[in-house]
């Protein structure tokens, strides 16, 4: 499944193609100066077949003249010369190379590809690896290789967040910032076109690196969404959080199918499920994933979602609640112990109680207010630590970095520092942040966001990722009453009904079943029998029944002519909140699960959440929890509660009889889902399955 980085990211020879002083812009000069500085931490030779001398060293004309087998080749060459380069290098015993040039098909650029299939044949005849085409390069810090073609990346500390970027315009960049920030590197990769070597590659390495204990990806696209998914359960498993930012999260219109659940499903809700399952932390801007990995690379992990908060702005604290309700965070309540403890200690007239202004007077009381964060940090009520906080700005300023290492060293809980507005960050700074042992997460958003990042993926941890069944189903259960059977196994009960072929034996039906009733028609041409006036609610009599048959028949016949009319559902009037359940294939990420209210309105609400199968009961609740219209399922304007366990149930019967179905269905869904009160249960009014 995964392509080895080993003899890219670890090379003990390596190779320069098109060493010369011009060529690619001095970029092969910058990288042997990179290499030099670092005092050639690998064995480095030089291949050009017009120079006999360069640099003080001998450059050799090709591949087989080389006096050893390469690991790594840098081609520093045009796109045009790689495949017969390369080729030449494989037949030598190369093992890897990375491609800095562009034109191996971008834009749609016919010969280009024609490049880029020669090249991907020539790795899968040979196994040589490849990194880009089209990137920046790569850095191995724990070695000190330094394969970027310009200078300025020496000096980029050594640390543990190994980082893979789609995008090599922003990739020094961001490399650069999050220096300033407090990051330290361990591996460092341009990936470009991911030709050959991908995203599930790198991440698959750096989760069996000793040396990386976190993972930070800019991402542009996916393109093996199987081994991605592998690389992120490895990466769950092994404690390495992976911390992405996805560019183009907008709806890429994804083919709706015949199901509001394709519809509901855009390209970024179904990964945004993805991530939720395997605990990737998604961010939505770069300054954001700084933050988030500072607060990561504490690696403590909280106990619960509970955040204790003390600080000295009223203001700054009415943010962070506003922040805080915005993203669903959680704030923890104080033992009547803890706030007799603190009240003392703050501003006369405020409040011990969690999030804590300590009042201005306290900003002069150094150790007073690291006092207070100690006793909010011993709170069972507490399980993470937010204190404000500001970094210096020269080495003269007088604050005292144990205000926060003490808080820091009392407790085993993650502690942090939130900064209100975002600060130029300083030399000075940085030291003083060490020396506290705390991030300091600069903006009230981006420390609200790091926080339930941390949150998210702690309890993805603490959940382990359910793997999916098998699909064994067999089809004979998704028909006639084998499929009445399993749907009521599977808490997904449907009304009492009956048929009936034609308008009179409709109504007879409806007599058995009991008046009111609810009549479908049922056609092929009707999938959605409410937009053709296929649906008539609440007949009283076999009158009724009868003129509704008739009426929703000549509706149907006037849109379509050929309309083929098989029959009429009966069914018993039922009453309740209306839920839609839906669970698809997705072609790259596989089945998922949609949650919403609104039935036929959902499209238009879209009050849905995600996840991807086999859907648990805590992620079924969680689900429920995330609605914005949750409300309406409690005790709401005199309503009796609706029976959640019930619900839950459904929710996850589903998911079960897809998951074992999924070699026979691309689609099953209930819309609606009549949700009773307490003890009433749920009625599966509507299930339609779609075949493969």
Same mark, same amino acid.
């Given at each position: ?112 590809? /024609? ?130 930012? /996805? ?165 085993? /809980? ?279």
């Amino acid at each position: 499944m995964f392509h080895s980085a080993e003899p890219f990211f670890r090379p003990k020879t390596v190779a320069i193609v098109g060493a010369s002083e011009s060529g690619g812009g001095g970029w092969p000069r910058a990288i042997y100066e990179n290499l030099e500085f670092a005092d050639f931490p690998a064995e480095v030779y030089l291949v050009n077949p017009r120079r006999e001398e360069l640099w003080g060293r001998k450059v050799y004309p090709d591949f087989a003249s080389l006096p050893a087998q390469i690991d790594l080749a840098l081609t520093v060459i045009p796109a045009e010369f790689i495949p017969d380069v390369l080729k030449d290098g494989a037949d030598n015993g190369l093992k890897s190379a990375l491609i800095y040039a562009a034109r191996f098909g971008e834009g749609g650029d016919d010969v280009g590809a /024609k490049r880029a299939d020669q090249l991907r044949d020539l790795c899968d005849e040979t196994g040589l690896v490849v990194c880009g085409p089209n990137c920046m390069g790569a850095m191995s810090f724990p070695s000190n290789m330094l394969f970027y073609p310009a200078t300025r990346i020496r000096g980029l500390p050594v640390g543990s967040t190994g980082v893979v970027f789609q995008s090599g315009g922003t990739f020094m960049f961001w490399l650069q910032r999050a220096a300033e920030r407090g990051l330290g590197f361990s591996y460092a990769v341009s990936s470009g076109n991911e030709l050959n070597l991908d995203l599930a590659d790198y991440i698959n390495f750096l989760v069996d690196d000793k040396d990386t204990k976190m993972i930070a990806c800019m991402v542009e696209g996916i393109r093996r969404p199987e081994a991605f998914m592998e690389a992120a359960r490895r990466a769950l498993e092994a404690e390495k959080p992976i911390v992405m930012i /996805k560019v183009g999260r907008s709806d890429a219109g994804k083919e709706a199918a015949q199901s509001h659940t394709g519809a509901l499903a855009s390209d970024d809700a179904i990964l945004q499920a993805v991530c939720r399952k395997y605990g990737v932390v998604r961010c939505y801007s770069l300054d954001e994933m700084m933050e988030t990995c500072l607060l990561l690379n504490q690696r403590r992990w909280p106990k619960g979602p509970n955040i204790g908060m003390a600080g000295f702005s009223g203001g700054g604290k009415g943010l962070f609640l506003d922040y805080a309700a915005d993203e669903g965070a959680v704030m923890g309540r104080l033992s009547d112990e803890t706030v007799a403890l603190i009240d003392p200690i703050i501003d006369p007239g405020l409040s011990g109680q969690n999030p804590i202004d300590c009042g201005a007077g306290i900003a002069y009381r150094q150790q007073d207010y690291s006092l207070v964060c100690k006793h909010l940090a011993a709170d069972n009520g507490v399980d993470i630590v937010a204190m404000q906080g500001q970094l210096p700005t020269s080495a003269e300023d007088t604050t005292d970095a144990t205000i926060f290492s003490n808080v820091f060293d009392a407790t085993d /809980k993650p502690v942090m520092a939130y900064v209100r507005v975002s600060q130029n960050v300083s030399a000075a700074g940085l030291e003083f942040q060490k020396a506290t042992k705390v991030p300091f997460v600069q903006g009230l958003p981006q420390a609200v966001r790091a926080i339930q990042g941390l949150v998210k993926y702690t309890e993805a941890m603490n959940k382990g990722v359910l793997p999916l069944p098998e699909a064994s189903g067999k089809k004979e259960s998704l028909e006639g009453d084998a499929f009445e059977a399993l749907l009521n196994d599977n808490g997904l009960t449907p009304p009492a009904s009956g048929f009936g072929a034609t308008a009179q034996e409709a109504a007879s039906a409806a007599a058995e079943t009991g008046f009111p009733v609810v009549l479908k028609i049922v056609s092929p041409q009707a999938s959605h029998k409410t937009e053709v006036g296929g649906v008539a609610l609440g007949l009283e009599d076999e009158a009724s029944v009868v003129a509704a048959a008739e009426e929703m028949t000549a509706r149907l016949k006037a849109v379509d002519p050929k309309a083929e009319i098989e029959e009429f559902l009966v069914q018993e009037m039922v009453s309740g909140t209306e839920v839609i359940l839906g669970v698809r294939e997705d072609l790259q990420f596989g089945p998922f699960m949609v949650v919403g209210l609104g039935g036929i309105l959902v499209e238009a609400v879209r009050d849905v959440s995600f996840r991807m199968l086999p859907v648990s009961p805590d992620d079924a609740q969680e689900m429920l929890d995330e609605l914005r219209g949750k409300s309406i399922l409690g005790a709401f304007r005199g309503a009796a509660p609706r029976d959640i366990d019930a619900l839950v149930k459904a929710i996850c019967g589903l998911s079960d009889i897809f998951a074992s179905h999924r070699n026979h269905l691309a689609d099953l869904e209930v819309n609606p889902l009549i949700v009773g009160a307490e003890g009433e249960g749920v009625r599966a009014v509507d299930v339609r399955p779609v075949w493969r």
